[in-house]
Nanobody, 125 residues
């Protein structure tokens, strides 16, 4: 059974940093593209960052470029999202996702194979 379990969310203030982690099991971690999506109240889910199965290519939403960094540790089957200089508009439920086998980066929800349960990030003003 494929499972993606996020951790690291919480309540922070403007300008703070957070590190989200995602433990992945049930699929060949090193052979899958992975990513982070988010959903704010009243809005559709949107891609935040995705990483190719090799880890060599990444994609970021314009709204987070220069502030967020996605990385993967194949030895630990763990995906990370380092979030810096957080803003109120970053408030959302963040989902860890699996893409495709030997897949590249992507930015649409239809490219998601498996979703995690989500972790809440709230940036207080």
């Amino acid at each position: 059974q494929e499972q993606l379990v996020e951790s690291g969310g919480g309540l922070v203030q403007i300008g703070d940093s957070l590190l989200l982690s995602c433990a992945v099991s049930g699929l060949p971690f090193s052979a899958f593209s992975l990513g982070w999506f988010r959903q704010s109240p009243g809005k559709e889910r949107e891609a935040v960052a995705t990483v190719m199965w090799t880890g060599k290519t990444t994609w970021y939403a314009d709204s987070v470029k220069g502030r967020f960094n996605i990385s993967r540790d194949n030895a630990k089957n763990t995906l990370y999202l380092q979030m810096n200089n957080l803003k109120p508009e970053d408030t959302a439920v963040y989902y860890c996702v699996a893409g495709s086998h030997y897949g590249g980066t992507w930015s649409l929800p239809r490219g998601v194979r498996t979703w995690g349960q989500g972790t809440q990030v709230t940036v207080s003003s």
